[in-house]
Nanobody, 114 residues
Framework: VQLQAFGGGLVQAGGSLRLSCAAS????????MGWYRQAPGEQRELVAV???????GYADSVKGRFTISRDNANKMVYLQMNSLKPGDTAVYYC?????????WGQGTQVTVSS
């Protein structure tokens, strides 16, 4: 099983980016899927999570700006990021609980310039 994230890049403050993450391999069940981020010198932190039923949760710092969604049929999870701030600059990692195991994607860099 693998997770591959893509969609990061450089954007000006106030702009938007959409991250995508694809799960592949022999998959029987995907439970929670989520996005984490890690800024230089900081610990990795949860950004957003979505359950298999579609319930969502967000870090306070991104509520109202970021939206997580998933496509169960295509084993994808997305993070729509709007009104980006320089403080959102980090490497973003997708995460999923698949076949009763925890998996991580390789990370994608998001840089927000002021």
């Amino acid at each position: 099983v693998q997770l591959q994230a893509f969609g990061g890049g450089l954007v000006q403050a106030g702009g938007s980016l959409r991250l995508s993450c694809a799960a592949s391999g022999t998959i029987f069940a995907i439970n929670n899927m989520g996005w984490y981020r890690q800024a230089p010198g900081e610990q990795r932190e949860l950004v957003a999570v979505i359950t298999s039923g579609g319930s969502t949760g967000y870090a306070d710092s991104v509520k109202g700006r970021f939206t997580i969604s998933r496509d169960n049929a295509n084993k994808m999870v997305y993070l729509q990021m709007n009104s980006l701030k320089p403080g959102d600059t980090a490497v973003y990692y997708c995460n999923a609980y698949i076949n009763s195991h925890d998996y991580w994607g390789q990370g994608t860099q998001v840089t927000v310039s002021s």
